[in-house]
């Protein structure tokens, strides 16, 4: 059915020099070759980014939720679009969303590894919860610890 993105007509002619695709659980996203995305599906589930396009631009990277993406554009942003209040970006987060290498998503939420080696956290507490319970979390590279190869008893 067309609203899970299995029918790709309506952009059949945008989907030349494609270098990625990602999926949410009812959508598409694909990067051209000249870092512009088409997207198609659900609207609810990111295939509607008309919100958003005149920012996909330079993208390098996408991510989706079950009804989200998240875009890392060539300045180290992040861009994100779907369904309202899942991958919604608060202010004091976005403030910490700079020099961003690459992201990482599960059914609800989003992480985003920094240039120095921190992660930046967002999306609903629950993935279930009505409510849509922002959080956010900001972790600091993590320590090397060392552990013998041989412990004695």
Known sequence: ???????????????????????????????????????????????DSSAVQGQLQDVQQIRGTHVAFAAILGDGSVVVWGRDGYGVIESTVQEKLRDVREIQATEGSFAAMLGDGSVVTWGPADSTSPLGIIFHFVYTKPKRIFFPLNPKP
């Open 1 to 47: 059915m067309a609203d899970s993105g299995g029918y790709s007509s309506a952009v059949e002619d945008q989907l030349k020099d494609v270098r990625q695709i990602q999926a949410t659980q009812r959508a598409f996203a694909a990067i051209r070759g000249d870092g512009s995305v088409v997207t198609w599906g659900h609207a609810d589930f990111g295939g």
